[in-house]
């Protein structure tokens, strides 16, 4: 079976193809590598003094990663953040939502958007 983009769907770090009936139930899945990105960021920033724009839509590891990004102070050497947050996922969620916030003025972080959609 030939994939296609136009025939190609994700969930989490799959990548799969689905031929005409777009079922998770199909022939050919590609196991996705995932990374930390903090890690990758500082790394970047080793070789680039700034970075101009970072948009993170991770379906619910935003908290976590932004208190990690404000903790290592990476968002320092960011101009903007973009985050889509998923605090709808969680029953927690208005509350992992305070917190963030919370997070995020207490470091003076006026560079974070957390309700980029």
């Known amino acids: 079976m030939e994939l296609h983009l136009d ?33 990758y960021l500082q790394k970047l ?29 990476l968002h320092e050497k960011i101009k903007y953040i973009a985050c889509e947050t998923h605090e709808r996922y969680f029953s927690d969620g208005e509350q992992k939502l305070h917190d963030l916030h919370a997070h995020i003025a207490s470091k003076n972080a006026k560079n974070i958007l957390l309700d980029w959609i």
């Open 45 to 73: 920033l080793q070789e680039v003094p700034r970075i101009y724009f970072v948009k993170i839509d991770i379906g619910g590891a935003e908290f976590e990663i932004i208190h990690k990004l404000l903790d290592l102070g």
């Open 7 to 39: 025939s190609l769907i994700s969930q989490g770090s799959y990548l799969a193809g689905y031929g005409d009936n777009r079922d998770w139930e199909c022939e050919i899945v590609h196991k996705v590598e995932s990374i930390d990105l903090c890690e």
